[in-house]
């Protein structure tokens, strides 16, 4: 299993059709998920800093799980079949919620829960980005700006239909 982080998201003409971006924290692997439009903005707002002025329902979730007294350990990316991602939270005591991976991962990123996607999902998914003798900053982490054209360069040649697989 490889521990993800968020790059962020994309809107991609001309279905403007919302792409998050996942990459492995100790790896080199992106994992594109494409998503919807509001879990997008909720992802995005999350990923900014905005507080919107009422809760989204994103918020609720985190609010309710957080009433009842539980914590959200880690949503894991378990599954991909036909183009489609499956995903898991994982509460204390082992408590396993299935779930939509953008769902999930709004939720991750309030709860400051990681995001984890399982070897068979990377193998299957995961895409090796060309990137020339990235800027490294703190820590070793390629640059945001650079990071980001990448991923806008990536997604011109890629499609949803790239993940089908031979069946698809």
């Given at each position: 299993m490889g521990e993800m982080r968020v790059v962020g998201i994309r809107v991609e003409p001309p279905q403007n059709q919302p792409v998050l971006l996942l990459r492995e924290v100790d790896g080199l692997?992106?994992?594109p998920i494409w998503i919807g439009q509001s879990e997008a903005a909720s992802i995005a707002l999350q990923q900014r800093g905005?507080?919107?002025?009422?809760?989204?329902?994103?918020?609720?979730?985190v609010n309710t799980v957080e009433a009842f007294g539980r914590t959200l350990r880690e949503v894991r990316i378990v599954d991909m079949t036909e183009?489609?991602?499956?995903a898991e939270m994982v509460f204390d005591d082992d408590v396993?919620?299935?779930?939509?991976?953008?769902?999930?991962?709004?939720?991750a990123m309030r709860c400051a829960a990681s995001i984890i996607a399982v070897d068979d999902v990377l193998d299957d998914a995961g895409l090796?980005?060309?990137?020339?003798?990235?800027?490294?900053?703190?820590?070793?982490e390629v640059g945001g700006d650079e990071e980001v054209e990448a991923f806008r360069e990536f997604l011109d040649q890629v499609s949803p239909e790239d993940f089908l697989g031979p069946e698809g």
């Open positions: 692997r992106y994992l905005i507080e919107p002025p009422r809760p989204l329902t994103h918020d609720l979730l183009g489609t991602f499956y396993v919620v299935e779930a939509r991976p953008s769902d999930a991962i709004a939720v090796l980005m060309p990137e020339e003798e990235p800027d490294t900053g703190v820590g070793g």
